[in-house]
């Protein structure tokens, strides 16, 4: 079992920058793949960012350039640095975590509560 806590949302205007962390507790948080997710008011989750194991890192062609996913294996901690924010960027954040790749919500097992972001035109 792993617990997962964002932090870092809140509003912004466009064009400046959030940075999103993700606290994992509970097993080992280096032999988890890790993504974030964002969800919109009547949107289906879609897939933001990923970042294996060992660092390689995937991204959603809206954010490629723009948000950069890592992560700090000793601080049991994930992040999502997020520069030129548009206000289609606006949605609640999510955080999971699988020991298995995958770029799929359906296919995490373990979510946070997740972290509003605004962006204001």
């Known amino acids: 079992q792993v617990q997962l806590v964002e932090s870092g949302g809140g509003l912004v205007q466009a064009g400046g920058s959030l940075r999103l962390s993700c606290a994992a507790s509970g097993r080992t948080f280096s032999n988890y793949y890790m993504g974030w997710f964002r969800q919109a008011p009547g949107t289906e989750r879609e897939f933001v960012a990923a970042?294996?194991?060992?660092?390689?890192?995937y991204y959603a062609n809206s954010v490629k350039g723009r948000f950069t996913v890592s992560r700090d294996n000793a601080k049991n901690t994930l992040y999502l640095q997020m520069n030129r924010l548009k206000p289609e960027d606006t949605a609640v954040y999510y955080c999971?975590?699988?020991?298995?790749?995958?770029?799929?919500?359906?296919?995490?097992?373990?979510w946070g509560q997740g972290t509003q972001v605004t962006v204001s035109s």
């Open positions: 970042i294996t194991q060992f660092g390689s890192t």
């Open positions: 999971a975590a699988d020991p298995l790749p995958s770029l799929y919500s359906s296919n995490y097992n373990y």
